[in-house]
């Protein structure tokens, strides 16, 4: 005969009372099922119990809650217990008798009925889990939080209408307590755990609904017992509350539209109990302070407007709901927000003005106060400063007449937010008050006034922003005024007057404030301020460690100033701070230099470039692809234009050294060139009219369109491309030993491409055909080229002074005169020629492409 070990026996067991708890399941009124077993966790009522030799039955039949001695129905089962029992009975565990014992058990739930019996062993088989010993020693108690989800699940499972009365009180009670238990600690409430509570709440209306409206003999009393109640529903509002976090914590945006919805879900759906006759949900304050509270935390548009509604509705309104509602408003896009805020601040403080009980604040804060202070200051509304100052002015006599406690008297919030206000006003009359109110302030403070408070450091950084703004948009003097106020600051403080000196953001403000002046000193006072602040980093204050941005705006500063010797300052502080600059480097993941220390360099390269000194630009090239820098096609562009405009001797030997670098760098993928870099190679190759010329001028262009077809969308060639081409075949004659008829044939070539390709000829395109009928030979065959391109032209409407001037210089002057129409010795009018010869040319002049000016430039 098989044994059984001691574990081996506990599991057994367990597997057997898994299944009397699963056929105590389905054991109902009908077809109703119960869910007492899994809220309370009983022992089931048929399951049997071991005693000495023999197991006793317990009677199914029993009354609920009857005194059983082997039983205790409330009391935790002791696995190892029953087990001892079995042992002690079947001495070292008969395999046979404890199966007999199981089966004799499970026939009689099936009352006599064998194939009952075998098809529910069948299922037992097939469905209970096996249970391990570690399984039954590791096991425990769920969370409330998975208590409610259980109770859900098995709701969902569940139809409509399906479940016992006395189970439904008893679901009711277990959600209360589980979810007033969880409200003890709001932190464990989550998106899931809100949504779940609020499900039960609807379904538990609907199994009310369906059984009050039921005719059925069900006691009103116990109907009663499961009719929702204010209780129900403020807890599944207070979960969602929960969600949003505390009053100082902002719930995740993408969360909050949602956490909106389901409280006016919930809310919405509560009111419209209340209008169906159940008067007893009708919303308390608590309820309508919950909501308000999550309705004011959307920053979204018309967010306003939905608090507002609800807000509206109320007949007995708290502080609370004020306090709420009041900063909601006021950070309210709509351009009246502040003066509505005030009104209903008004309103508040008539009903609940701020005073002390029982040596606490009540009625209005100044935190409310200050929140309008601050619309004000950011409405962009001409009189928004004296409005503050006017509130302000509220404030104190407010305090005054509820007994003078000081609770709204204006603090140092309150002042910066006056500051701000005329610092926003982005004029000079608005810095030199925003300055005023700070002077007259720090004075105030420093002669020992009463209830002034000292200055904070965003107080004199408000004002001093509002010079460099100014100072930005080129007035004069505004950058003055910023370097005055910090000399201020910091000789107060070194004088021990003040408790701080200036932080690093108020260094890098006035710092700007000068980089970004026009004045001729700006760059050096804004270096000065980089300068100490790097000092003060070397002597150990860690947030004055200069940005590498700081360094790149007065590097910047210097490349855009007019002093002579401006790139070599900017070079120098470049060499000075390189170290800092580097360090940055590593900030990127996968080793990539970050856009910031590009841009320096960059600069640097272009502004070698705009003052004529290519080869110090390309030096900076050189730099920055030794640094892993990978420049972009302009800086390759920028440079050779440098070399085209200086032309100096040996300006196209470092043009096509740069050429040649580009396209080392294109191939190994490190830099994708565009139409503009290969146009100015071209126009490079014409400027130093090369051998050959316009046969390289048109190879170039072709190798645009292979690269273009094999996928560099930004290479497809121009109209400026074309013209370029067009521009070299013009340039031939003045090349030696060049054959003009092969030049005209490229520039016959490449005119009826641009025609009838997705580009458009333009005045310069006409220019330069006529120019290239230079390339023939007098006669005929001349003369007919010269009359169709400028008929063709004068079709297109691009007659204008360039073109007349390359006609005249091309065609014999009767020629001209004819086409023109202009008597002879007398001097060409653009005016009087046709209107329609002109309408292109005309309708550019109006709307000029930011290209136009370029072409016009190169061919002057």
């Known amino acids: 005969m098989n044994r059984l070990s001691k574990m081996e026996l506990l599991a057994l067991v367990f597997i057997g009372m898994l299944h009397q708890l699963s056929h105590a399941f389905t054991i109902s009124c009908g077809s109703r099922r119960s869910f007492r077993s899994v809220i ?180 009103k009393d116990q109907i009663e017992m499961i009719e929702p109640t204010e209780t129900d529903f403020l807890m599944v509002l207070k979960a969602w509350e929960a969600v949003c976090g505390k009053d100082n914590e902002r719930i995740n945006t993408n969360d909050l539209p949602e956490v909106i919805s389901h409280v006016m879900k919930v809310f919405n759906f509560e009111k419209s109990l209340v209008q169906n006759g159940l008067a007893s949900l009708e919303p308390t304050t608590e309820m309508y302070e919950i909501v308000l509270h999550v309705l004011a935390k959307s920053r979204a548009r018309g967010g306003d407007r939905l608090v507002w509604s609800v807000f509206e509705e109320i007949e007995n309104k708290s502080a609370y709901m004020y306090s709420t509602v009041i900063p909601c408003l006021a950070r309210s896009r709509d351009r009246g927000a502040a003066d509505r805020a005030e009104q209903v601040l008004k309103e508040a403080v008539e009903k609940f003005p701020p005073g002390m009980v029982n040596g606490k604040p009540t009625g209005i804060q100044i935190d409310t106060f200050n929140v309008i202070l601050t619309a004000w200051a950011k409405s962009g509304l001409d009189y928004g400063p004296q409005r503050a100052e006017q509130l302000m002015v509220f404030m104190d006599s407010t305090d005054t007449e509820n007994g003078n406690h000081g609770l709204i008297k204006p603090n140092i919030y309150s002042f910066t937010s006056l500051i701000d206000a005329y610092a926003q006003q982005t004029d000079w009359d608005g810095a030199a008050q925003s300055e005023r109110i700070l002077r007259r302030l720090v004075e105030q403070y420093l002669s ?108 910047d500063a210097w490349i855009r100033s007019n002093s002579t010797d401006a790139m070599e300052e900017a070079e120098v502080l470049l060499e000075r701070y390189e170290d800092i600059i580097d360090s940055s480097e590593s900030q990127n993941d996968g080793g990539e230099v970050p856009d910031q220390v590009r841009d320096i360099y960059r600069n640097v390269l272009f502004g070698w470039a705009k003052k004529g000194f290519p080869e110090q630009a390309q030096h900076y090239l050189t730099v920055m692809i030794e640094k892993g820098m990978k420049p972009d096609c302009i800086c390759y562009d920028k440079i050779i234009d440098s070399n085209t405009q200086l032309n100096d001797e040996g300006a196209f030997k470092r043009t096509y050294q740069v050429f040649e670098l580009m396209e080392a760098n294109r191939k190994i993928g490190d830099v994708i060139p565009n139409e503009r870099a290969y146009t100015s190679f071209i126009r490079a190759m014409t400027k130093a009219k090369i051998p050959n010329l316009a046969y390289k001028a048109n190879v170039i262009m072709r190798r645009m369109f292979d690269l273009f077809e094999q996928g560099n969308r930004s290479i497809r060639p121009t109209v400026f491309t074309y013209n370029a081409v067009m521009m070299a075949c013009a340039e031939t004659l003045s090349i030696p030993d060049a054959d003009p008829l092969e030049a005209f044939k490229i520039a016959v070539q490449v005119f009826n491409e641009l025609r009838s390709g997705g580009e458009d000829p333009d005045h310069v395109s006409f220019g330069n055909m006529l120019r290239c009928a230079k390339l023939l030979p007098d006669g005929d065959q001349k003369n007919s080229v010269i009359k169709s391109t400028f008929s063709l032209c004068a079709r297109s409407g691009f007659v204008n002074e360039f073109v007349v001037r390359d006609l005249q210089s091309t065609a014999p002057e009767e020629m001209w005169r004819e086409l023109l129409g202009t008597p002879t010795a007398n001097e060409v009018n653009m005016d009087d020629l046709p209107s329609h010869w002109k309408s292109k040319f005309e309708k550019r002049k109006r709307q000029p492409s930011s290209s136009f000016p370029r072409q016009r430039n190169f061919r002057r």
């Open 448 to 555: 020992g006034e009463e209830n002034i408070p000292e200055p904070s450091v965003a107080s004199w950084t408000i004002a001093i922003s509002a010079w460099s703004r100014l100072s930005k948009k080129g007035f004069r003097g505004a950058a003055h005024r910023a370097g005055n106020l910090l000399s201020s600051m910091e000789d107060l403080h070194q004088e021990g007057k003040i408790g701080f000196g200036p932080d690093a953001i108020l260094y890098v403000t006035c710092m700007n404030a000068y980089a970004f002046s026009k004045i001729e000193e700006g760059p050096a006072k804004a270096e000065e301020i980089l300068d100490l602040t790097n000092e003060l980093y070397l002597e150990g204050d860690e947030s004055m460690k200069p940005s590498v941005r700081s360094i790149g705006i007065i590097i």
């Open 40 to 219: 309370d966790q009983p022992a089931s009522a048929s399951l049997l119990v071991c005693q000495s030799t023999t197991a006793k039955e317990v009677d199914p039949t029993a009354a609920e809650g009857e005194d059983d001695e082997n039983l205790n129905m409330g009391d935790d089962i002791d696995f190892e217990e029953i087990a001892d029992a079995f042992l002690n009975d079947f001495g070292e565990g008969d395999v046979e008798s404890i199966e007999l014992l199981l089966q004799d058990e499970m026939e009689d739930e099936g009352e006599g009925n064998p194939e009952m019996v075998e098809s529910q062993l069948a299922e037992e088989e097939d469905s209970t889990p096996k249970i391990e010993p570690t399984d039954i020693d590791n096991d425990e108690a769920p969370t409330d939080q998975e208590e409610l989800v259980e109770i859900w699940e098995m709701l969902e499972e569940t139809p409509a209408g399906t479940i016992d009365m006395d189970d439904l009180v008893l679901v009711k009670d277990s959600i209360e307590t589980i979810l007033d238990s969880l409200l003890q600690d709001k932190e464990q409430i989550d998106m899931t755990l809100a949504e779940t509570a609020e499900q039960l709440l609807f379904r538990m209306v609907q199994e009310w609904k369906i059984m009050a409206e039921a005719d059925s003999d069900v006691d």
